[in-house]
């Protein structure tokens, strides 16, 4: 008779602890907006804005792990050029690996491992997949791309890569979830 409510009671220890362990390594996002600057996403619950004198225009980093980030970089565009104008993702893609190499004079290998676009209403994005070896360690970077307004707005997301796996599917989301209006 105490056989069954043994089993019973083995049975929803096990779910419950499969069902804590799996919240565990879901994150929520909060929303962030810069009206004046006309863009928004979202980043992962835990992290907080940083102040970089002369850098990007926003920060975010994990309050743990503070290599972990997002940024946006908004740069003027010549001549009032469009993103295909610019070039395609895999162009613009390796035009910034370059430009990323070429900001440092340390050893820096940034290899651009995939690049793609997608259209939001009448927005064109790129998503662009790097992979930077650098003297303080490998990185995995994901960014988006969109020229509005005579400029280049670029959003990227940086984490170490021993910790891609585990979070690949927020900073996905993340990445996916810049928008410029």
Same mark, same amino acid.
């Given at each position: 008779?105490?056989?069954?409510?043994k089993?019973?009671?083995?049975?929803?220890?096990?779910v419950?602890?499969?069902?804590?362990? /799996?919240?565990?390594?879901?994150?929520?996002?909060?929303?962030y907006?810069?009206s004046?600057?006309?863009? =928004?996403?979202k980043?992962?619950?835990?992290?907080?804005?940083?102040?970089?004198?002369?850098?990007?225009?926003?920060?975010?980093?994990?309050?743990?792990?503070?290599? @972990?980030?997002?940024?946006?970089?908004?740069?003027?565009?010549?001549?009032?050029?469009?993103?295909? =104008?610019?070039?395609?993702?895999? @162009?613009?893609?390796?035009?910034?690996?370059?430009?990323?190499?070429?900001?440092?004079?340390?050893?820096?290998?940034? =290899?651009?491992?995939?690049?793609?676009?997608? =259209?939001?209403?009448?927005?064109?994005?790129y998503?662009? @997949?790097?992979?930077?070896?650098?003297?303080?360690?490998?990185?995995?970077?994901?960014?988006?791309?969109?020229?509005?307004?005579?400029?280049?707005?670029?959003?990227?997301?940086?984490i170490?890569?021993?910790?891609?796996?585990?979070?690949?599917?927020?900073?996905?989301?993340?990445?996916?979830?810049? /928008?410029?209006?």
């Amino acid at each position: 008779m105490f056989k069954p409510l043994k089993r019973l009671a083995a049975l929803l220890l096990v779910v419950l602890a499969l069902g804590l362990q /799996s919240c565990s390594s879901a994150t929520s996002l909060q929303s962030y907006n810069d009206s004046y600057e006309g863009y =928004e996403f979202k980043y992962p619950t835990g992290w907080v804005a940083a102040d970089v004198p002369g850098g990007p225009a926003t920060v975010f980093h994990d309050i743990i792990n503070p290599s @972990e980030n997002v940024s946006v970089v908004i740069s003027p565009v010549s001549g009032g050029k469009t993103l295909p =104008e610019i070039g395609t993702p895999t @162009e613009v893609g390796y035009k910034l690996s370059k430009s990323i190499t070429s900001m440092s004079t340390d050893d820096r290998n940034v =290899e651009l491992v995939n690049a793609q676009s997608f =259209e939001a209403g009448d927005k064109l994005y790129y998503i662009l @997949e790097y992979v930077a070896n650098l003297p303080s360690g490998t990185r995995h970077d994901l960014a988006s791309v969109i020229v509005r307004r005579g400029q280049l707005y670029t959003f990227n997301a940086s984490i170490p890569e021993a910790r891609w796996e585990r979070l690949k599917n927020t900073i996905k989301q993340t990445v996916a979830s810049f /928008s410029v209006y």
